[in-house]
């Protein structure tokens, strides 16, 4: 069931087993998975169905560090959350991003990769990806494109799915239909109530679009707002106890990991016979999208002791630069204005994308309209490479409030010298291995600039590492089912639980980890 949050009358009071605050990926998950178990599952949901025409205002912030987008812009405050606007790229991470590296500060997950892997069936159903995942052998065999036969000690070859299923519009009439499962729209939480002398939260104080204030009560709660309002929600909840939930040990928002993709370099072929045509995106006779995908070998980034990371490629005179991802999102708008929709989020950002690349986005409409394929011999490198964890890059409070009277974010982002040096070794390594082979040479073009490594950096508006797992107290948030330290009934899940980020895009992971917490939390409640 579906409902607005101006039904509820002033001062009620909603009982329910398990109360989950935010309905993106992770919460239409769960709500998913709840759905007919004997208990009742209430989803508060802070915006409506469609991009809020007054912008999302409560989502202002401040930033500090690395240059960053607005933090009302890189996220979306309504029914489907950032799945609303996503690239659908999903794979999964790799099982050396759940190891401690001794060369890694704070890295090692309190779980592995096979404690996840039992999930991936019902992720891949819910994303509606090919049951082909990211092996790289099936889709190179199933594109007809070869991968390159790199000494596989160093490389080895993946691949990304490309799905971009909006979980807002595919599941609403199944959340509708719920027998157990209600969502509120337009109901914004504005406290964790916790007790006093026992360590569970008793209720959230919630708020309509008319102001209107009600209580919920659980027996379970999770809070899957994402990597920014997770922290926020829970260094707001600072009645009880002054350093916010979860707190004790300073550790709530900070080991803020985002994807920095960067273009860093170029493979230069010298061999006419060389085909990386399945490094890039491409769209095979099956209907599928992948992206091929060129990764260090884990054995390699433990002789070398650097970070995770993998390569695409793009014709470099094809290369889709963010004025041109652009002009695709805009051309997106106004298709669905034009079919009755509201007006697109982020209109001038994308507009000023398009006119400070001006030069490529009309070389590449004119490519597109001759059918010409441009040098073959020039391939962009696209890189994504794991952000280190870092204490310092983190999210913190300031003191403007937002309407209802929640303080907003400052956002303090930061890297490590080890994320930059990690891209530049793996380039060597792949520059060796093309040299062996007779195919050409890589060509690094790295900027010495913390706020950009190449003309065409950008970001994955990918937030993690704000609740992070571990097993000690001490060093994060959760612990490995997702349950915050030191209180019994509230639980955090998305990607501000991820230890470590690796290089995979991580909805796929946050669906995974959805499936198995809301398979926990049946195991407590029917026990």
Not at 275 to 292: A, C, F, K, M, V
Not at 369 to 379: E, H, M, P, Q, R
Not at 458 to 465: D, I, Q, R, Y
Request: hydrophobic share 35%; net charge negative.
């Amino acid at each position: 069931m579906i409902l607005e949050g101006a039904e509820i009358p002033s001062g009620e009071v909603i009982e329910t087993e398990i109360c989950i605050i935010g309905a993106g990926a992770a919460g239409i998950t769960m709500s998913l998975e709840l759905t007919g178990a004997p208990f009742r599952v209430a989803v508060i949901e802070a915006g409506g169905f469609d991009y809020p025409e007054d912008g999302q205002p409560n989502y202002q912030g401040t930033r500090s560090g690395i240059d960053y987008a607005d933090l009302d812009a890189c996220r979306l405050r309504y029914f489907g959350g950032t799945t609303n606007h996503w690239g659908g790229y999903c794979r999964s991470l790799d099982s050396i991003d759940f190891e401690q590296r001794d060369w890694i500060p704070h890295s090692g997950w309190p779980i592995t990769l096979d404690d996840i892997k039992p999930y991936y069936g019902r992720a891949t159903e819910l994303i509606q990806l090919s049951p082909g995942l990211f092996d790289g052998e099936h889709w190179s065999k199933l594109a007809g494109m070869p991968m390159l036969p790199f000494d596989p000690k160093r490389f080895y070859s993946g691949a990304t799915q490309i799905k971009s299923t909006h979980f807002g519009e595919v599941y609403r009439d199944a959340v509708k239909a719920s027998p157990n499962v209600t969502c509120y729209l337009n109901c914004s939480v504005v406290d964790i109530v916790i007790g006093e002398h026992e360590n569970l939260v008793r209720e959230l104080m919630v708020v309509n679009a008319a102001g209107k204030r009600s209580t919920f009560r659980a027996k379970q709660f999770v809070l899957a707002c994402g990597g920014l309002e997770n922290p926020r929600m829970l260094l707001n909840a600072n009645k009880v106890r002054p350093n916010g939930i979860g707190n004790d040990h300073d550790n709530v928002g900070r080991y803020f990991m985002e994807h920095r993709v960067s273009c860093p370099g170029m493979v230069l072929l010298s061999d006419g016979t060389a085909d990386l045509s399945y490094y890039r995106r491409n769209t095979l006779p099956s209907g599928d999208y992948i992206e091929g995908s060129l990764h260090l070998s884990a054995d390699t980034a433990r002789a070398e002791r650097i970070c995770n990371t993998q390569f695409s490629m793009e014709h470099f005179d094809g290369i889709r630069t963010q004025g041109d991802q652009s002009l695709s999102k805009l051309r997106d708008g106004l298709k669905k204005l034009i079919s009755g929709g509201g007006w697109m989020h982020g209109f001038e950002q994308h507009l000023g994308n398009i006119i400070c690349d001006i030069d490529y986005v009309a070389a590449n409409i004119a490519r597109r309209v001759t059918g010409d394929k441009g040098n073959t011999s020039i391939w962009l490198l696209k890189a994504e490479v794991e952000q280190t964890p870092n204490p310092n890059s983190r999210v913190t409070l300031i003191d403007d409030v937002d309407s209802y009277g929640l303080r907003r974010i400052n956002l303090n982002w930061e890297t490590s010298e080890i994320d930059r040096y990690s891209v530049v070794r793996s380039l060597d390594l792949m520059g060796e291995e093309m040299g062996r082979l007779g195919f050409g040479r890589v060509k690094i073009d790295m900027e010495d600039n913390p706020n950009a490594w190449s003309r065409f950096d950008s970001w994955g508006f990918h937030h993690a590492g704000t609740t992070r797992m571990s097993s000690d107290p001490r060093n994060g948030v959760v612990d490995g089912d997702c349950r915050v330290h030191g209180v019994g009934n509230l639980h955090v899940v998305g990607n501000s639980v991820f230890t470590t980020v690796g290089t995979s895009n991580p909805t796929f992971t946050i669906v995974s980890l959805s499936v198995r917490l809301a398979s926990h939390l049946k195991g407590l409640l029917t026990a």
